[in-house]
Structures are given as C-alpha cells and as structure tokens.
C-alpha cells in the first residue's frame, strides 16, 4: 500500500513541474515529438503501427522468459507469501524493487510509443484517469497473465469506440455520452470480478480446462470399451468385460474368492488362532 501511494503521489505531483519549468517541459503546450520516417512509399502511420506492434512482441517476450527464470519465480513468491519467500531465502526488498523497475521501464516505453502517435507529450495526454483505467484493465483481462493484458487492452481501446456509437444509436446528449464509455466499462468491469474472478484470461482458461477434460475423458472410456469388446471378439457387449460394466466392483467383490496366506517356502496354509486345522 505503501508504494501504490508514493506512485499515485508522483503521479500527481510531478505534472506540474511542467507548469514551473516551462522552458525545459514546454509548459501547458508540451514538446512536440517527430515520428519516425518511413522507408519508401510505406506510409507513416501503417510504419509506426508496425514499430510499435514489434515493441509489444519483443517486451512480451522478454517477460515470458523472465517469468520462467528465477526471478520470475521470485515474483511469485513474493505475491503469494512475502514472509515464506524471506525464510526460503530471497530478498523481498530486492525484489519489489525489481518489479517495479521492470514494471516502470514496460510504461516508459508505452509512454514513448504513445508520444510518437500523439506527436506531442503534454500534461493532458497522461492523466490520473488513464493510470486507474489501465489499472482497470489489468484487472479485467487477468492480472499474472501476459495474455490477459490484451484482452484489457482490447477492452479498453475499443470500449471508447463502442460507447460512441452506441450513444449516437441511443441519441444521447453530449454530456450523456462523455460518460458512457466510464459507466459501459465499470459494468463490464464488475460482470467480470463476479463471473471470473480471475480475469478474462483466467475464465477462458477454465473453460478450455473443462472443455479438455470433457473430452479427454469420453475419449479415454470409448478407447477402454473398444479395446475390451476387441478383446471379446464380434458380436459382444462392452458391459460383459469384467471390470467395465457399472457393477464392476460389485462383480469383483462378489465373484473373488479369498486366498488363504500361507507359510513362506512350504506352501501350507497358515492356521488362524481358534479356526482349528485347515
């Protein structure tokens, strides 16, 4: 709690350095970026979108090979339990410390990628809104999961997108609609933590879960009963072969009979105390 007060007291006081250093930060007009120049006849933003689709794929996988390390492990170690991770030996300061360098570099480059579109970086373009509504999205899409993050990444640029023509569909005011797509994304958001508590991710990975075993388990029963009626011959039943009907343990328990111990080596029954001789 400590550290996610000390960054949401950065982020609000750190823009208005902007304000009190207008000659380095631009003031309230900000710094104008210069996009990259694209080769050819490619054009510009088709170039740009392909730079920072390349960026994602190479953070992402990094992250996945860091996930596998050992400090990946050490990041799961620490969320799931600071005081057992300190006795099994890693350094929990160390690590947080870690994971917020990493995590803070990942949104440097998001700011940077987005500062070459916008081609300005002001004030206006990071609010405090965004960094909840990116919040927001990790939580949807399945915080843990380098996979989930796309889906609230999906959810969160196209929900703007669907809000505005669901508002024009809806004939709303302006003022209506300027808060639409908050109230669209807040439901979806809370549809979500109660049908999936773990994310978007988390409830497709149940689902395929279930789905696999649905059907890795009627496989393996008509694989077994194929296999026994071959055994059979033509013409037989399935249910015949002992041990895969429904009274199969009924039929075992009923049908075996018990085999007295006996003596190591000489083969004689062993007398039980107060049955008398065999």
Not at 227 to 255: I, K, M
Request: net charge positive; aromatic share 6%; glycine share 12%.
């Amino acid at each position: 709690p400590y550290l996610a007060g000390v960054t949401l007291m950065l982020a609000l006081a750190l823009p208005q350095l902007s304000g009190q250093y207008g000659s380095v930060f631009g003031g309230e007009q900000g710094l104008t970026t210069t996009p990259p120049i694209a080769p050819g006849s490619v054009n510009s933003q088709q170039w740009l979108a392909w730079i920072e689709l390349l960026c994602a794929l190479v953070v992402i996988v990094l992250l996945a090979n860091l996930f596998r390390s050992r400090f990946g492990r050490a990041f799961r170690a620490v969320r799931d339990d600071e005081v057992a991770a300190s006795v099994s030996g890693i350094h929990v300061a160390r690590t947080k410390v870690l994971a917020f360098a990493i995590s803070a570099a990942c949104a440097g480059l998001g700011g940077a990628l987005l500062a070459l579109s916008t081609g300005v970086v002001n004030v206006g373009e990071f609010p405090l809104s965004l960094s909840i509504a990116l919040l927001a999205a990790m939580v949807l899409g399945g915080a843990g999961s380098l996979i989930g993050i796309w889906w609230g990444a999906i959810a969160l640029v196209y929900m703007s997108t669907w809000s505005t023509s669901l508002s024009k569909q809806l004939s709303l005011g302006s003022s209506a609609a300027a808060y639409l797509s908050d109230a669209i994304f807040g439901l979806v958001l809370i549809v979500a933590m109660l049908v999936a508590p773990t994310g978007i991710q988390g409830g497709v990975r149940w689902v395929l879960h279930r789905l696999w075993t649905a059907v890795t388990g009627q496989t393996a029963t008509a694989a077994a009963t194929g296999a026994a009626a071959d055994r059979l011959g033509p013409g037989s039943d399935a249910g015949s072969v002992p041990g895969t009907g429904p009274l199969a343990g009924a039929e075992v328990a009923t049908t075996s009979d018990p085999v007295p111990p006996t003596r190591r080596g000489t083969g004689a029954p062993v007398q039980r105390r107060g049955n008398g001789p065999p």
